[in-house]
């Protein structure tokens, strides 16, 4: 399975953003636990979105409320929309895929990084 991530940029605190996650290689995009996960600089990557194969979500606590995970797997791909961005946004964001029931029981796949960027 390949994971291609986009949609990450420069935006300005308060902004939103839509990042996109295409999944290819793989048989059955359902069986896929899809997740999102954010290395901000200097620290380590951290978990910041999940849902599985039937829809179930779940988010890091200080993106709950202002963010949304969702998936289209007619597209296999996977969406992040991230709202009232905050500079404490500011991270590399990685796909990842996981084939058990949750993302939780382990990752897959990871998909290379996609900047995001948020000013003050």
């Known amino acids: 399975v390949q994971l291609q991530a986009s949609g990450g940029g420069l935006v300005q605190a308060g902004g939103s953003l839509r990042l996109s996650c295409a999944a290819s290689g793989s048989s059955d995009f359902r069986l896929n636990a899809m997740a999102w996960y954010r290395q901000p600089p200097g620290k380590q990557r951290e978990f910041v979105a999940h849902?599985?194969?039937?829809?179930?979500?779940n988010y890091r606590d200080s993106l709950e409320g202002r963010s949304t995970i969702s998936r289209d797997d007619a597209k296999n791909t996977v969406y992040l929309q991230i709202n009232s961005l905050t500079p404490e946004d500011t991270a590399v964001y990685y796909c990842?895929?996981?084939?058990?029931?949750?993302?939780?029981?382990?990752?897959?796949?990871w998909g290379k990084g996609t900047q995001v960027t948020v000013s003050s």
């Open positions: 990842a895929a996981g084939r058990r029931a949750t993302i939780f029981l382990g990752v897959d796949y």
């Open positions: 849902i599985t194969s039937d829809g179930s979500t």
